[in-house]
């Protein structure tokens, strides 16, 4: 699962899950800070949409997470 807080810290927003195992990495995407992108030991990478909590495609699964 990945939590997210609000600037405060004060609470958990919306988990997202999907990853079967750990998530290694996450970044946000650089030209639309809506979507993070997470890398797990699952060996998929996925996209999130952070306003909504809902995930886009999984990727061919890769060894580099």
């Known amino acids: 699962n990945i939590h997210?807080?609000?600037a405060q810290?004060?609470?958990t927003l919306?988990?997202?899950r999907g990853h079967s195992n750990s998530v290694t990495r996450v970044a946000f995407k650089p030209d639309n800070?809506?979507?993070?992108?997470?890398c797990s030991w699952d060996k998929?990478?996925?996209t999130w949409d952070?306003?909504?909590g809902s995930t886009g495609?999984?990727?061919?699964?890769?060894p580099d997470c």
């Open 14 to 16: 919306s988990p997202v």
């Open 50 to 52: 952070v306003t909504s």
């Open 4 to 6: 997210f807080f609000n």
């Open 57 to 62: 495609t999984r990727s061919q699964p890769t």
């Open 33 to 38: 800070p809506n979507i993070l992108v997470s």
């Open 9 to 11: 810290g004060e609470k």
């Open 44 to 46: 998929t990478i996925k």
